[in-house]
Nanobody, 124 residues
Framework: QVQLVESGGGLVQAGDSLRLSCVLFGRTLSSYSMGWFRQAPGKEREFVAFNSWSGNRTSYADSVKGRFTVTRDNAKNTAYLQMNSLKPEDTAVYSC?????????????????WGQGTQVTVSS
């Protein structure tokens, strides 16, 4: 059974930092590219960050570029999203996903599996 479990969300103030973790069960993370996505209330889910299976290639949404960093530790089957200089507009449920690089569209990851998500709330 494949399962992605996120953790690390919470309530923080604007300007603070958080690190989200995503642990993969039932598969080997090094076999997959992965991504982070978020969904704010009343909005569609949007892409946040992408990390290739090797960890050598990353990409970010313009709204988080320079503030968020995606990394992975394949030995721990875990991916991370370091979020710095958080803003109220970063408030959302953050989900991780694994899959393969997309060959078309605006989303760089063709998702095979999704996590349940973790809530991040940034107060002003």
């Amino acid at each position: 059974q494949v399962q992605l479990v996120e953790s690390g969300g919470g309530l923080v103030q604007a300007g603070d930092s958080l690190r989200l973790s995503c642990v993969l069960f039932g598969r080997t993370l090094s076999s997959y590219s992965m991504g982070w996505f978020r969904q704010a209330p009343g909005k569609e889910r949007e892409f946040v960050a992408f990390n290739s299976w090797s960890g050598n290639r990353t990409s970010y949404a313009d709204s988080v570029k320079g503030r968020f960093t995606v990394t992975r530790d394949n030995a721990k089957n875990t991916a991370y999203l370091q979020m710095n200089s958080l803003k109220p507009e970063d408030t959302a449920v953050y989900s991780c996903a694994i899959g393969v690089p997309a060959t078309s569209g605006t989303n760089p990851l063709r998702v095979d599996y999704w996590g349940q998500g973790t809530q991040v709330t940034v107060s002003s």
